[in-house]
């Protein structure tokens, strides 16, 4: 996240957003970076620390963030990127107007996005049967959860949930391997993005095709993805902010949704896990890694 060319690529992004809106480090930008490193129960402290050092507003990614972000500060500005509906989870207090000190931007509000990726993956693979679900138990029992359960059962497909916590993937890796399915569904949960390296490696290390929510995690060799455009979100991220360092106000600020989705196939790894995509998939591919 570091320097003015951040290795990762959403916050270069980010940063260069900024830039692009006349805010530069070291001329009229003071931009604190924080991590949390995957463990989820530093947000609270990450977010006071900010607060104490009088931040101007600051930027959230992931529900559980901005709700721990919300419960430090009702006063500082917050503009979160990502997060399902949070309108249910009192965040906002609709989308139209957030009433508080929170705005930006959610992931998924649509409980269908989850089910296209499903049948997406059906598409590409019609011969599979049983897909694990690797996401968190809060995910599988939620609207978005009970919808692709819903979608599984239409398509005729065994969907199995493989549980994983924000740190810890021991567990899930052991009940993929050994219930053996014929494909993973990954899910766009924050964790996820921040350890796509260690889910990748897993997929292809025990051969499994891989359907993710990010792009970046099919760059590591991941099979497909379908999802938000997460770099256009954080260049709008930048946009609220400046708009917020210029004096806007959250609360009048609506929180948006993506108008960007992409399917992004490796062939890369389609080849070697011995797999043809059907030309009529790969046509309405946004992105063919070769």
Do not use: C
């Not at 796509?196 to 060799?221: I, T, W, Y």
């Not at 004096?247 to 108008?259: C, D, F, I, S």
């Amino acid at each position: 996240m570091s320097g003015p060319e951040p290795v990762h690529p959403l916050i270069r992004t980010f940063v260069h957003a900024l830039r692009a809106l006349g805010h530069v480090e070291g001329q009229n930008l003071v931009l604190e970076r924080r991590s949390a490193e995957g463990r989820s129960e530093r947000f609270a402290d990450i977010v006071a620390e900010l607060v104490r050092l009088k931040a101007d507003v600051i930027v959230t990614a992931g529900r559980p963030m901005t709700q721990q972000a919300k419960e430090v500060t009702t006063t500082v500005p917050i503009v979160m990127v990502g997060g399902f509906d949070p309108v249910r989870f009192g965040i906002v207090q609709s989308l139209a107007r957030p009433g508080g000190n929170v705005t930006g931007f959610a992931f998924f509000i649509d409980p269908e996005l989850h089910a296209k990726r499903l049948q997406l993956l059906k598409e590409a693979l019609p011969q599979i049967s049983r897909v694990a679900f690797l996401g968190l138990k809060s995910e599988w029992e939620d609207p978005v959860g009970q919808r692709l359960q819903a979608a599984a059962r239409a398509l005729r497909l065994t969907l199995f949930l493989a549980e994983h916590t924000p740190t810890q993937y021991a567990d899930a890796f052991s009940i993929v391997t050994r219930e053996r399915p014929d494909a993973l569904f990954v899910s766009s949960e924050p964790s996820n993005y921040a350890n796509r390296h260690l889910v990748v490696d897993f997929a292809n290390r025990h051969r499994l095709p891989s359907m993710h929510g990010f792009r970046e995690s099919v760059e590591l060799g991941g099979l497909m993805a379908y999802g938000a455009d997460n770099v256009d979100l954080y260049r709008r991220a930048a946009g609220y902010v400046d708009k917020i360092l210029k004096g806007a106000n959250a609360a009048h600020l609506p929180v948006e949704q993506p108008t960007k989705f992409e399917l992004v196939i490796n062939l890369n790894t389609a080849k070697a896990l011995g797999l043809t995509i059907p030309p009529s998939v790969l046509m309405r591919a946004d992105r063919v890694i070769e």
